[in-house]
Nanobody, 122 residues
Framework: QVQLVESGGGLVQAGGSLRLSCAASGRTFSWDAMGWFRQAPGKEREFVTA????????YYADSVKGRFTTSREFAKSTVYLQMNSLKPEDTAVYYC???????????????WGQGTQVTVSS
């Protein structure tokens, strides 16, 4: 059974930083691409970033490029989202995603976590 468990969300002031973690289990982590999405109140879920199975490729939404960084740690089967220079518009529930295909993880991933709330105050 695939499980993706996000952690690290919370309340932060604008300009601050947070690091989200997503611990994966149930699949061979080193074979799969991983991604992050977010959903703000009243809005559709949107893509944030994706990282390839080997960590060699990353892709970011324009809205977070230069501020957010994704990485993965194979020994812990964990993917991270480092978020810097946070803005109130970054407030959302952040979801971890997993898929065997790098393209699909950014569009229609097969597996989702439950999400973690990030709130950025102005």
């Amino acid at each position: 059974q695939v499980q993706l468990v996000e952690s690290g969300g919370g309340l932060v002031q604008a300009g601050g930083s947070l690091r989200l973690s997503c611990a994966a289990s149930g699949r061979t982590f080193s074979w799969d691409a991983m991604g992050w999405f977010r959903q703000a109140p009243g809005k559709e879920r949107e893509f944030v970033t994706a990282i390839s199975w080997d960590g060699g490729r990353t892709y970011y939404a324009d809205s977070v490029k230069g501020r957010f960084t994704t990485s993965r740690e194979f020994a812990k089967s964990t993917v991270y989202l480092q978020m810097n220079s946070l803005k109130p518009e970054d407030t959302a529930v952040y979801y971890c995603a997993e898929d065997s295909d790098y393209g699909l993880v950014a569009t229609r991933p097969a597996y989702w976590g439950q999400g973690t709330q990030v709130t950025v105050s102005s």
